[in-house]
């Protein structure tokens, strides 16, 4: 017998067909975006390639006004680094090293040269010289998931580093290549082991962000945002939000060197845009707030001191904030930072020239009358001031202080 199809089945055998297709296809497209996306995202996982030759950033002023030539000229000779024989502590190494540059060449013979003081911290037959070979070496060469990596001993002494990352943003600062060789105890290796490490080991949980962001700056400036090995996402938003959120008088030097690391972030940013227009204006509003606070808190004398900030939200500081070395110390140290950050800061956020003339001329006034003794005790907080006094002429150490051919 002859089973005859009507129209109504057929209409509905055609639309369970078309049905399955569309699912099909749903799922057939769902199952390839799934795949492109994991793709994708394993790709962001993949380290990004840091540039071989790090990214110099310059000050954004020559003002006279702020330090005329005969002034910085007696700074920077008063400053010269006088660091040859004995034991060179780290910090006072690296130090030198971003005031001066691997440029800088003396003819005294007390006095290191740039390239001297860059062998201090990567050539281990220099480090045993100086600290002899009881001492723990500086760095610290290792091997791990087939990788050559390089850390610099931290924080346990004056042969060390004095903080995460601080040795390697001061070697980017001054120009220093990936593919420089490092002499290590075990053999010679490319700086890009020292880079690997840092980005290994970097963690958005870490207490201090200000060296490994100028590190960041300097041989990932064209990187939007990757991927830390625990996972966690980064981008240049999330960087300045972690940069601001403490209090302003917290952390190393009194707060300073976040203020240096946003600063030079808002360079960058003009060049490479990946702030957010959110995060740009984030970033302008907190140093503005910084500098206003600055203007507020400045001795009629012209210095600043760790009471800067004044009152934040959680209350007001203690009146007795005084570092370790004393009052002058403390003056040397955030005045000098101070105009250090603000050299690279956009006009919109700087203080009236008022201010910034004074503070210059309480610097070279107070550089001055230190004895050599003095100069050697604050050394690391004067070539931050030296330092600032060299940018806001857009010079080089180098090239003002008189050199060796």
């Not at 993949?46 to 003002?63: A, G, K, S, V």
């Not at 000779?77 to 502590?89: A, M």
């Amino acid at each position: 017998m002859t089973k005859i199809i009507t129209p109504a089945r057929s209409h509905r055998s055609v639309t369970i067909g078309v049905t399955l297709v569309m699912q099909m296809l749903v799922a057939g497209v769902t199952l390839a975006w799934g795949m492109y996306r994991f793709q994708v995202i394993q790709a962001e996982k993949i380290p990004p390639q840091p540039q071989l030759q790090p990214r110099l950033i310059e000050p954004r002023y020559d003002r006279p006004d702020v330090v005329d030539d005969e002034q910085l000229q007696r700074v920077l000779t008063k400053l010269r680094p006088r660091l040859r024989g004995g034991k060179p502590q780290i910090n006072h190494v690296d130090h030198a090293l971003r005031f001066w540059g691997v440029e800088a060449r003396f003819d005294d013979a007390d006095v290191s040269s740039g390239e001297e003081l860059r062998r201090l911290l990567l050539d281990h037959r220099t480090f045993a010289a100086a600290w002899g070979t009881k001492t723990k070496p500086f760095l610290l060469p290792q091997t791990r998931d087939e990788s050559e990596l390089l850390s610099f001993r931290t924080k346990a002494g004056d042969a060390t580093a004095s903080h995460v990352d601080h040795t390697l943003a001061a070697l980017a600062e001054v120009g220093t290549p990936l593919d420089y060789p490092v002499l290590t105890p075990l053999g010679e290796m490319p700086l890009r082991a020292a880079f690997d490490q840092a980005f290994r080991e970097f963690s958005l949980n870490q207490v201090e962000y200000e060296w490994s962001t100028l590190v960041f700056l300097h041989y990932l400036p064209h990187v939007p945002s990757w991927f830390t090995t625990e996972g966690q996402r980064v981008t240049w938003d999330l960087l300045a939000e972690r940069l601001m959120r403490q209090r302003l008088a917290q952390g190393v030097c009194y707060g300073e060197h976040r203020l240096h690391a946003l600063a030079l972030m808002l360079l960058a940013d003009e060049e490479f845009g990946w702030l957010s227009p959110d995060s740009r204006q984030k970033i302008l509003a907190h140093l503005r707030d910084a500098t206003d606070r600055l203007v507020k808190s400045q001795h009629a004398d012209g210095f600043w001191d760790g009471r800067w900030p004044g009152a934040e939200w959680d209350g007001p500081q203690s009146e007795n904030v005084v570092g370790p070395l004393g009052s002058l110390a403390d003056r040397l140290l955030v005045t000098g930072h101070t105009l250090e950050w603000l050299a690279f800061a956009p006009t919109e956020v700087l203080p009236p020239a008022e201010n910034l003339i004074r503070a210059s001329q309480w610097l070279v006034k107070s550089i001055d009358g230190l004895s050599d003794a003095e100069v050697q005790r604050y050394y690391t907080f004067l070539s931050h001031a030296g330092r600032s006094l060299a940018l806001w002429r857009s010079r080089r150490p180098a090239d003002v202080v008189a050199t060796s051919p």
